[in-house]
């Protein structure tokens, strides 16, 4: 049997829970038809990493000087409400919706799922704080440098984080997906 690597550098999983990928291996996920579930549900981590790239760019901007303190607020409130709204979204529909599922149809993946669960709420506690950060810059009526670099951090941190949680859930997910089990 291939020993399949997880597609994350820093990936929790290891390859013993990747077994599905003999069956389906990642390259080729592309080729699921476009209404195919697995298909919808790579186009939404797709978006939540597009997002967290443009909460970076907002960052990036105002802190190198390409952006004005207004500019820099009103775009970055708007965008971490859609990126976060989107992403606790997406976690529910999991944790309530396809992850129970998966887990009572494939026992052998316990521990990957654990792991996933386990991102879930590191991520929400991650989301909490940056809201509270947020709330901050909501109030802010100067340019406050000194939140701007706690919230480019603490959204650089969490996205690293995102990264690796989206890698590892397809890694798993997409292969149960795809196969229709």
Not at 116 to 122: E, G, I, M, P, S
Request: glycine share 4%.
């Amino acid at each position: 049997m291939t020993q399949f690597m997880p597609a994350h550098k820093q990936s929790l999983l290891d390859s013993e829970l990747l077994y599905l990928h003999e069956l389906m291996p990642p390259e080729t996920w592309d080729q699921l038809p476009s209404h195919h579930p697995a298909s919808s549900w790579l186009g939404g981590h797709f978006s939540l990493r597009r997002g967290q790239k443009e909460l970076n760019y907002i960052n990036t901007e105002f802190l190198e000087g390409r952006m004005q303190w207004d500019r820099y607020k009103q775009r970055l409130l708007r965008e971490t409400s859609t990126q976060y709204q989107n992403l606790t979204g997406h976690h529910e529909r999991e944790d309530l919706h396809i992850f129970p599922r998966m887990r009572k149809n494939h026992p052998k993946l316990a521990r990957g799922f654990a792991i996933l669960d386990n991102d879930h709420h590191t991520i929400d506690a991650q989301i909490h704080d940056i809201r509270a950060l947020i709330a901050k810059l909501r109030q802010a009526e100067a340019a406050d440098m000194a939140l701007a670099e706690k919230l480019a951090k603490a959204m650089a941190d969490s996205g690293q984080w995102l990264y690796r949680h989206l890698s590892d859930e397809e890694d798993l997910v997409v292969p149960i997906m795809g196969l229709g089990y």
